[in-house]
T-cell receptor, first 112, second 111 residues
Framework: DTEVTQTPKHLVMGMTNKKSLKCEQH?????MYWYKQKAKKPPELMFV???????INESVPSRFSPECPNSSLLNLHLHALQPEDSALYLC???????????FGPGTRLLVL | DQQVKQNSPSLSVQEGRISILNCDYT??????FLWYKKYPAEGPTFLIS?????DKNEDGRFTVFLNKSAKHLSLHIVPSQPGDSAVYFC??????????FGAGTQVVVTP
């Protein structure tokens, strides 16, 4: 089983809203990742957690705030986003940092 | 700087024939390479990988070839099927385990 789940599937939010994206895996993976993907572009890494600790922040604006409450769960808190933040947000996990990553279906975010 | 390049944005192939997707990289420190397949509005699905110590890895209809001296990677799909129509990304693992993705190749398999 290589399933990573993400909720919600779609999200529309205004620039003053606060919302959260959720990612879950039950494969016992200890590394989890957030990516952003714009249309017809490759995924861009945002954050990496390893053993529930933030390992990598790719200079992401503070309006994106990740959280890893436990080894199975990864959240991305959104606040005061801009229309250019509209994209597909992908979560991935791997057994350990650097190993093969398995992606969730993504959350399609639209910021109005 | 783009360290992983897929120079063909699209590929059209007839059902039953071979699809060959190419990927070039510039960083000789990459030690692990992966191919992902992506349907619209879905997350990438892992297909196949290869370590830099190997030159070939096969899994069913999918074979990945690695030419380290040329810094070139290719994915062969044979025979191609209509369900293979998707965008294919190659990715390379660099420092801190971070993946660098190519821009993707849109494959269309025609009947």
């Amino acid at each position: 089983d290589t399933e990573v789940t993400q909720t919600p599937k779609h999200l529309v939010m205004g620039m003053t809203n606060k919302k959260s994206l959720k990612c879950e895996q039950h494969m016992g993976h200890r590394a989890m990742y957030w990516y952003k993907q714009k249309a017809k572009k490759p995924p861009e890494l945002m954050f990496v957690y390893s053993y529930e600790k933030l390992s990598i922040n790719e200079s992401v604006p503070s309006r994106f705030s990740p959280e890893c409450p436990n080894s199975s769960l990864l959240n991305l808190h959104l606040h005061a986003l801009q229309p250019e933040d509209s994209a597909l947000y992908l979560c991935a996990s791997s057994q350990l940092l650097g190993e093969t990553q398995y992606f969730g279906p993504g959350t399609r975010l639209l910021v109005l | 700087d783009q360290q992983v390049k897929q120079n063909s944005p699209s590929l059209s192939v007839q059902e039953g024939r071979i699809s060959i997707l190419n990927c070039d990289y510039t960083n000789s420190m990459f030690d692990y390479f992966l191919w992902y397949k992506k349907y619209p509005a879905e997350g990438p699905t892992f297909l196949i990988s290869i370590s830099s110590i190997k030159d070939k890895n096969e899994d069913g209809r999918f074979t990945v070839f690695l030419n380290k001296s040329a810094k070139h990677l290719s994915l062969h799909i044979v025979p191609s099927q209509p369900g293979d129509s998707a965008v294919y990304f190659c990715a390379a693992r660099g420092s801190w385990g971070k993946l660098q993705f190519g821009a993707g190749t849109q494959v269309v398999v025609t009947p």
